[in-house]
């Protein structure tokens, strides 16, 4: 009877290892692409339904979405529109930035507690004794204080914009271009480099971009400020390849392209959005933060961990490490009324999610 009983057990062992064989995902955790991108057959491969990502892919026909990648497990789970097509970063340049920096402070090039002052930034007009105190790590976090006109504010950047002089610099957030054009000012003076070549050859070559060369940069400049914007174009598959360099740790393969530590730091919740209807803000990253005021993304549920980097118009890179998931959607900002709200792109992702066979054993 005992051994009757221990064949039963040991069967009732031998099929659930098997069905976890059946339902474990295709491809390890560890999946890197090379070259070019692998791609799954069939979502299913992956724990996802085809007909429900269909269901999203077809939901983004409505929309003026131009692009869309979707990464799981280090391979594209599935992706649509001119995914080799070269858009506007918008906004996404700062989160490239803020890569870079992890870099230079790893090397001991960038101190992150020099102030202007020690630095020697100017602007005209001039900048305020107080305002020279604000120092780089204020400036990633968005908390310097100094709101000197700067290049490529939008109006509603304008409108939300504190007076000039009304804040201690590190006491208060506000998503302020001002930061984020000094930071590029900074990075090309301690470093001796041009930003977009640091991208094609720190980032970029490591995880080899297909498509991303320092020539689709370019810096926008005029009279309100001396510190120009750093605008440039890159394609939705070498944007989802940055992403999974993120959700990686800032490892690619055997190598350590950005420190694991920066990575971290860079991506955790530093101050609180609200003032932008968002959750949490790192260094140059949008972060998730469980019970603030605002979701991390309207109409979609993101656990804390997620981050993302977000431009102008629809475009954004979310890195969901709950999911092992990069999501990547694009618009052609370039055409007249071309944009997506932050409603409709979370709608589709949480349509995404939702497509997750709850079977599936991971």
Same mark, same amino acid.
């Given at each position: ?38 791609? @799954? ?12 990502? &269909? ?6 026909? !409505? ?17 649509? !529109? ?9 906004? @996404?340049?700062?989160? #490239? ?47 310097? =204080? ?33 930061? #984020? ?23 970029? =070559? ?25 605008? #440039? ?26 420190? &694991? ?20 803000? !790192? ?53 007249? !009324? ?25």
């Amino acid at each position: 009877m005992i051994k009757l009983q221990e064949k039963s057990q040991c069967f009732l062992v031998l099929c659930f290892l098997s069905l976890l064989v059946v339902l474990s995902p295709a491809y390890p955790q560890a999946e890197y692409p090379d070259i070019t991108w692998d791609k @799954v057959e069939k979502p299913e491969e992956l724990g996802y339904s085809s007909k429900k990502l &269909e269901e999203a892919k077809s939901f983004s026909k !409505g929309l003026k979405t131009a692009a869309v990648v979707i990464v799981v497990d280090g391979v594209i789970l599935k992706e649509w !529109g001119k995914v080799e097509k070269k858009f506007m970063t918008h906004s @996404v340049r700062k989160s #490239f930035l803020s890569a870079l920096y992890g870099i230079y402070v790893d090397k001991g090039i960038i101190d992150l507690d020099k102030s202007m002052a020690d630095l020697g930034i100017k602007d005209d007009p001039p900048l305020s004794k107080m305002e020279k105190q604000a120092t780089i790590r204020d400036c990633l976090k968005a908390r310097s =204080g100094v709101y000197h006109p700067a290049l490529y504010e939008s109006q509603g950047m304008k409108k939300l914009k504190p007076p000039r002089f009304s804040q201690i610099p590190g006491t208060f957030w506000y998503y302020n271009n001002w930061d #984020f054009n000094v930071l590029g000012t900074i990075f090309e003076k301690r470093t001796g480099q041009k930003i977009f070549d640091a991208i094609e050859e720190d980032i970029a =070559g490591p995880i080899q971009m297909e498509d991303y060369r320092a020539e689709d940069g370019w810096y926008v400049t005029g009279k309100a400020s001396k510190h120009p914007a750093y605008p #440039f174009r890159i394609t939705a598959r070498d944007m989802a390849r940055f992403g999974l360099l993120m959700l990686r740790q800032g490892k690619w393969k055997d190598k350590q392209v950005i420190p &694991e530590d920066w990575v971290k730091e860079s991506t955790c919740y530093h101050s609180d959005a609200t003032l932008y209807h968002s959750d949490g803000y !790192g260094y140059m990253w949008w972060v998730a933060r469980d019970h603030n005021k605002y979701s991390h993304m309207p109409n979609v549920d993101l656990e804390e961990g997620t981050f993302s980097a977000r431009g102008a118009g629809g475009h954004y890179l979310m890195v969901i490490p709950d999911h092992h998931m990069v999501f990547v959607h694009r618009v052609n900002t370039d055409k007249r !009324g071309h944009r997506v709200a932050s409603e409709d792109v979370g709608r589709m992702l949480q349509m995404i999610l939702n497509a997750k066979l709850t079977s599936l054993v991971r």
